[in-house]
């Protein structure tokens, strides 16, 4: 049975991610990366922040309308600038942005329920290119992903930094369960300010019931809404992780444990496994952020003066060298 998910629907999976409480500060959870290093690891300045643009400009979009009750032409995209420059203000020194710059991507050839861009809001559609242009101004390193997600930057990302000797730890500012998957131990954890948790390998299992490396079996079995597939029919959270506890992977189950089903959960596995070998960058170096660009001027009428001179100020005692990881 195929589910046909529009972006209306993946958007109300957006919102219950984005609502009702009020995430901790960006500053708050660089500084708590930080403290949660080993002693021994924190005069060595090297981490790395990878953010979900796509997430973010939705929790704004949909954040300011709450409270506005209008949609301002740039206004997502001042709300997802100000969170970066927050980290960066933090002490974010090494940093990228992965965007979705269309919704649809090789996976809706794999499965026809899918997500896609379909009734996508016009005001909302209309920011997802100035985004990346403006972060791109600010000096910030943006992947607007077009064949794959933002979802497989991030991945990609965090393995390509990961595998850097100098990297103490690749941080991935999302809340999506699919990110889960690339937890690795203490190195590589998922920061999801909405529900104030910073998740390394033990606290992903804990979470989900399973270790980092099945959630895209675990996706497989239970379905993800956000994503546009139902997972298998009878199976829930709980059944799922009993089933990959005892079994592990959904190749290694015996044929009684799915039978008819099991080909279509290695389907769905297939859409939740996030690419890891997009070329984004060779290295880390290419994530340290030096300042505004000359061509941030022109985005001072859009973004505001604001906008600008904080981010020249950031750049300022970056250049001092106040700012530390």
Known sequence: MFIWVSWGNWLSSILALITPQRPYSCRHFVALVEKTR?????????????????????????????FTKKD???????GVVNTVLEMIEGGATHLGVATDHVIESFRNKIWGGYKTGEGIEPALWAQFHPLED??????????????????????????IASNDKRVERVCIWTPDKDLAQCVRGDRVVQVDRKSKAIRNKDE??????VPPELIPDYLALVGDAAD????????GPKGAASLLL??????????????ERRK?????KKLAILKTDAPLFKKVDELDWAGPTPQSAEWSERLGDKVIVRAAKAADLRAQGLGSS
């Open 38 to 66: 080993p002693q021994e690891e924190r005069s060595k300045p090297m981490i790395i922040h990878l953010v979900d643009g796509t997430y973010e400009l939705f929790r704004h979009f949909y954040g300011l309308r709450r």
């Open 72 to 78: 301002r032409p740039f206004g997502a995209v001042v």
């Open 134 to 159: 403006a972060l791109k101004a600010l000096g910030v390193v943006v992947w607007p992903m077009v064949d794959l997600e933002a979802d497989d930057a991030l991945a990609s990302a965090a393995a």
């Open 204 to 209: 992903v299992q804990k979470k989900f019931g």
């Open 228 to 235: 546009g597939y139902p997972g298998i029919e009878g199976i």
């Open 246 to 259: 005892r079994y592990g992977e959904i190749e290694a189950f015996p044929e009684e444990a799915l039978g």
């Open 264 to 268: 279509l959960a290695l389907i769905f």
